[in-house]
């Protein structure tokens, strides 16, 4: 079986498809049940941050995957198959493994190199976890994709250069002359990217306000910065003493239009969120800025040397994850010849109990142990050379040589195999219409 995935970004997709496309915890988890509700799909994993929903899945047979997928996306977000196809990239099998990678080391990010993202696809990860929606195959490309996108940022320069979506925005602001210090800054939302941008606010100076749904969750977050808290019905009270506004909810439905804003000190805005919260024509009010204006002004901001030196990691990465995975398809053979050897050992040692009666017990301990010896040794490079010849791939089947010629009965070495056969060649994506793997991959 191989991972397949379906990708809608910043890259390729506009806002307004984003928007479409974006999803809540409930929404994902549901997105994730269906999927694996079908036949074709045994795994899901969703991802759905501002600015990107993608679907990972473990599948038998690609085209089969990819119509399932395809057809949940457009239930879940009302757009067309069709539509989807132009504006989703599609990853297949390895470089499927290599998107994962890149995704987490933060080179697919709208701000190339920020460290968000990776709570994010640990979010993904745990949702899919409680969900029941994520076996041995996703959960462990999940982890590796975690810990390489750790190191990127630990090891690697773009690790100290990438900013946050928040901290981007926020430079954005300054730009159009409204800073943070000395502000009354009003924080909506509670999750994540509001925490952050609690947090960054009040580091600059600015008292903070947070306003939420739940007002259990503002006061907690507004403890963690000396700021204060308010329910979402005393947002317009809470807007008559704000200079800056920074919303992150992403709820259905603007939650802030220019009625709200009319007559209020509020000297800029800040709109985070997907759906988007904040109506445009606030925009004509007060200086906005929104993901739109950040995805113009981020385009191509990351340095070369950054990036280069992030994908080489990545790239290693692959290598090492791909290789493990190769070697690890062979193993049952390995289990089987092994296990052969053992009982042939053993039906040897019976017949010398039947020739020889007269050896005694240390005496047949000693010569089994040799026989055993002899076998490890005529055993040991063969199996060695197969596992390391199945790590660097190619197109030679050294298991199923190794399977020939020691005639090795195919039902015991499926019965210790928990891995299946991929559908073709590993990343071969290129059904008519949508993008080969390894074109989106040089795209991004």
Not at 257 to 266: D, H, I, R
């Amino acid at each position: 079986m191989s991972i397949l995935v379906v990708s809608a970004s910043h890259r390729g997709a506009s806002l307004e498809s984003l928007n479409a496309l974006a999803l809540d915890t409930a929404g994902v988890t549901k997105l994730a049940h269906g999927l694996t509700d079908t036949e074709v799909v045994d795994e899901a994993v969703v991802l759905s941050t501002c600015n990107r929903t993608e679907v990972y899945v473990h599948v038998e047979k690609f085209h089969a995957g990819l119509e399932v997928v395809v057809e949940a996306l457009s239930q879940a977000s009302g757009l067309s198959p069709l539509e989807l196809q132009r504006i989703c990239s599609v990853y297949y099998d390895e470089a499927a493994v290599g998107h994962l990678f890149a995704v987490a080391a933060g080179l697919e990010s709208m701000v190339v190199g920020e460290s968000q993202i990776l709570g994010q696809v640990r979010h993904a990860l745990s949702t899919s976890q409680q969900a029941g929606t994520v076996g041995s195959a996703l959960n462990s490309l999940f982890q590796q994709a975690l810990r390489v996108g750790k190191r990127a940022q630990t090891e690697t320069s773009i690790g100290a250069a990438g900013r946050s979506l928040v901290g981007a925005a926020v430079e954005s602001l300054s730009r159009l002359g409204v800073g943070l210090g000395g502000r009354t800054v009003v924080v909506l939302g509670a999750g994540s990217i509001a925490s952050l941008a609690a947090h960054t606010a009040a580091d600059a100076g600015a008292s903070v306000v947070v306003v939420n749904r739940t007002l259990a969750k503002a006061q907690r977050l507004a403890e963690q910065v000396d700021g204060a808290a308010r329910p979402l019905g005393e947002l317009t009270a809470a807007l008559a003493g704000a200079e800056v506004l920074i919303t992150c909810v992403g709820a259905p439905g603007t939650v802030v239009g220019p009625e709200l804003v009319q007559g209020t000190p509020l000297l800029g805005v800040v709109d985070l969120a997907l759906p988007a919260d904040v109506d445009t024509r606030v925009g004509q009010l007060v200086p906005l800025v929104n993901l739109e204006r950040l995805q113009r002004e981020l385009a191509g901001s990351a340095g070369a040397t950054e990036v280069a030196a992030a994908r080489e990691l990545v790239s290693g990465e692959v290598s090492d994850f791909l290789g493990a995975r190769r070697a690890a398809k062979v193993a049952p053979t390995v289990v089987a010849l092994r296990t052969m050897a053992a009982e042939v050992v053993s039906a040897e040692m019976a017949r010398l109990v039947g020739k020889a009666p007269g050896l005694d017990s240390a005496q047949l301990h000693e010569v089994e142990r040799t026989v055993r010896r002899v076998v490890d040794k005529i055993l040991h490079q063969p199996t060695v050379r197969l596992q390391s010849h199945a790590a660097a791939g190619g197109s030679l089947d050294y298991a199923g040589a190794l399977r020939e010629l020691f005639a090795l009965d195919p039902v015991q070495v499926a019965a210790v195999s928990s891995l299946s056969h991929t559908e073709g060649p590993a990343g071969e994506v290129d059904p008519a219409g949508w993008p080969d793997a390894g074109r989106a991959a040089e795209r991004a």
